[in-house]
């Protein structure tokens, strides 16, 4: 048997450090793909609670202003249109009747329009769910029959003062925190009771 001279090839040793190499790269490329998946998880969750915790303060400040149209006080004891109490936390809600009724309503009627529900805390979920009714989707409170999401939300009203005693009777700190799992996102924003006339 004669031996060729000059045959190129891998030797075993070329060949086992090649894979090894190729096993490494494919290894860290999935790594960084299952990190990047998991952080736009985040990213995206931490986003629809920002819009969360945004559409609580626009909730409580429309209470307000609807309170304010009504010539009502928005702080204070409850009454027909429902007030606020500082100190106490509240759930906000869609009122599912006011979006449905509302493109039919007269203006007169619009007036004790309600698109939120206000609730206090102790006694309703503080859950975000998912409801889905006659063909509508939107989030709002949850009912028996409503897909929970991964989101909590709570309103909490505190009472501001910045050392003017008209100001400390009048405004209150509106303080909107929405919580996912370990995470949470908080906006808060100062709301002046108009209907008191601070301003």
């Known amino acids: 048997m004669k031996m060729k001279k000059n045959e190129k090839g891998f030797t075993l040793t070329e060949v086992l450090i090649g894979m090894a190499l190729l096993v490494t790269a494919i290894v860290a490329a999935t790594n960084l793909l299952i990190g990047l998946i998991g952080t736009n998880k985040t990213v995206v969750q931490t986003m629809q609670a920002y819009y969360f915790a945004e ?17 009502v006080d928005f702080l204070g004891n409850s009454d027909v249109l429902g007030r606020v109490e500082p100190g106490g936390s509240y759930v906000v809600g869609v009122a599912s009747e006011g979006w449905r009724n509302s493109a039919k309503s007269s203006a007169k009627d619009l007036l004790m329009f309600r698109p939120w529900k206000i609730e206090s805390q102790l006694e309703f979920n503080s859950k ?72």
């Open 55 to 71: 559409e609580g303060i626009e909730a409580m400040r429309n209470f307000r202003d609807t309170n304010w149209l009504n010539n």
């Open 128 to 199: 975000i769910c998912l409801i889905e009714e006659a063909g509508a989707h939107y989030f709002g409170s949850c009912g028996l029959n409503d897909k929970e999401t991964a989101f909590e939300r709570v309103i909490e009203v505190q009472p501001y003062c910045e050392g003017v005693e008209k100001i400390c009777e009048d405004s209150v700190l509106v303080r909107s925190t929405v919580s996912f799992g370990e995470n949470e996102v908080q906006l808060e924003e100062l709301l002046t009771n108009w209907k008191g006339g601070a301003i």
